[in-house]
């Protein structure tokens, strides 16, 4: 039986360059901790002998006033920390939705960069050009514009279907009454999706042992729909919807989109989803042409190469960098205040102008958007980690 190598002692001279490495560690966080109490405590005393109030404990107040676009309910008299909810909460509405829609934009038009078609490759080609260098708060501005100032006002609205209208104050649109059904619906569909997962990572399993591809997209999908609507049909299959109805200059029932939130999305959606069409193109330009000749090889299309090929290859290349732009999406929404979106910013700007708190204030945002964009790198890193390529 081989004998075990004994423990290694911890070498804690000065010569031992993990020792030295520890101590400068040390070192470097008592500097930086002492620098924020020093600046800290010099910013409370210069307040205290100005007679400026400090402290957190106006969030405890009354609000007194109100906020054009809220999704959960909100009321002047509610205190300033449910109106920084509310900003929170349109904040991350406007992130979410647009890293989703300038993924899957960004991602068409990085792919339609390697058309055969030359105009569909000139097409793309032209949108990342234009939009990347235009200054994302022009295009913000440009699209608040259009929304209020090009369309009809609310009495002449633009109908589709009838059930659906486009003005000036926003587009309104049909929703379900919600109920069980739609709950049960909303749970299936997260089943469904936990579902498809396990499929794709079969699926793509099977494919490295046998070579035999699947439907990596129209089968998730169908997965993630047929969960949704059995949930529905378990949840007593209700079909009531709110249909909105033009009253005048009002609207009754449905739901509203409104200028504000249709041009900050559009803005950062077409801006960012640029940005995103180079990630995609120079990844899939860094996998050899020798992996898309093998993949015909063994009878692969080019879409199937695609799914199966070169873009599992490519992620290794456009995750690091797609993470930079969804951080960037995440904090270009605080230009939002510039067209009057009711973000944490706005929020906060109307809080600092009341209340006079502005050291609070301005540290509510950045703890707001620095929790934000560690968040996302946290989960960015660990799809990192996940869809790296392993070798040997």
Not at 93 to 103: C, D, K, Q, S, Y
Not at 111 to 133: L, M, Q
Not at 161 to 187: D, E, R, T
Request: aromatic share 10%; proline share 5%.
């Amino acid at each position: 039986m081989p004998e075990r190598a004994p423990p290694k002692r911890r070498d804690w001279s000065w010569r031992s360059q993990a020792f030295r490495g520890l101590v400068y560690q040390v070192i470097a966080v008592l500097a930086i901790g002492f620098g924020v109490w020093y600046l800290a405590q010099n910013t409370l005393a210069n307040m205290e002998a100005r007679g400026i109030q400090s402290g957190f404990d106006f969030l405890g107040g009354a609000a007194g006033f109100d906020i054009g676009e809220t999704i959960i309910p909100y009321e002047s008299l509610d205190p300033y920390w449910m109106a920084f909810v509310i900003g929170v909460l349109n904040t991350l509405r406007v992130a979410i939705i647009g890293i989703v829609l300038a993924t899957l934009l960004g991602t068409v038009l990085g792919i339609g960069r390697f058309s055969h078609n030359a105009i569909v490759r000139g097409i793309c080609y032209g949108y990342v050009e234009f939009f990347r260098n235009v200054p994302v708060l022009l295009q913000l501005l440009m699209w608040y514009l259009v929304l209020t100032d090009a369309l009809p006002p609310l009495f002449d609205a633009i109908s589709i279907g009838g059930v659906a209208f486009l003005s000036n104050n926003g587009f309104v649109f049909p929703v379900p009454v919600w109920g069980l059904g739609q709950a049960l619906a909303g749970i299936g569909m997260l089943a469904g999706a936990v579902i498809a997962w396990f499929y794709r990572r079969w699926v793509v399993r099977r494919f490295e042992q046998t070579g035999q591809p699947g439907s990596m997209v129209l089968v998730p999908i169908a997965i993630v729909i047929g969960a949704g609507v059995a949930g529905w049909i378990a949840g007593g299959a209700p079909t009531s919807w709110s249909v909105p109805v033009i009253d005048g200059f009002q609207t009754k029932g449905g739901a509203t989109a409104t200028p504000e939130f249709m041009a900050v999305l559009l803005g950062l959606v077409l801006y960012t989803s640029a940005f995103i069409a180079e990630v995609v193109r120079a990844g899939i330009a860094s996998v050899s042409h020798g992996q898309v000749e093998a993949a015909g090889s063994i009878g692969l299309s080019k879409g199937q190469s695609m799914r199966l090929v070169i873009l599992p290859q490519a992620l290794r290349v456009i995750i690091p960098p797609m993470t930079s732009q969804y951080l960037n999406l995440t904090k270009n929404s605080s230009l939002a205040v510039a067209i009057g979106y009711p973000d944490v910013v706005s929020i906060a700007n109307t809080a600092l102008n009341q209340t006079g708190r502005a050291v609070e204030c301005i540290a509510i945002i950045m703890a707001v958007y620095l929790t934000t964009s560690l968040s996302t790198s946290a989960f960015m890193n660990w799809y990192n980690k996940r869809a790296a390529i392993k070798e040997r």
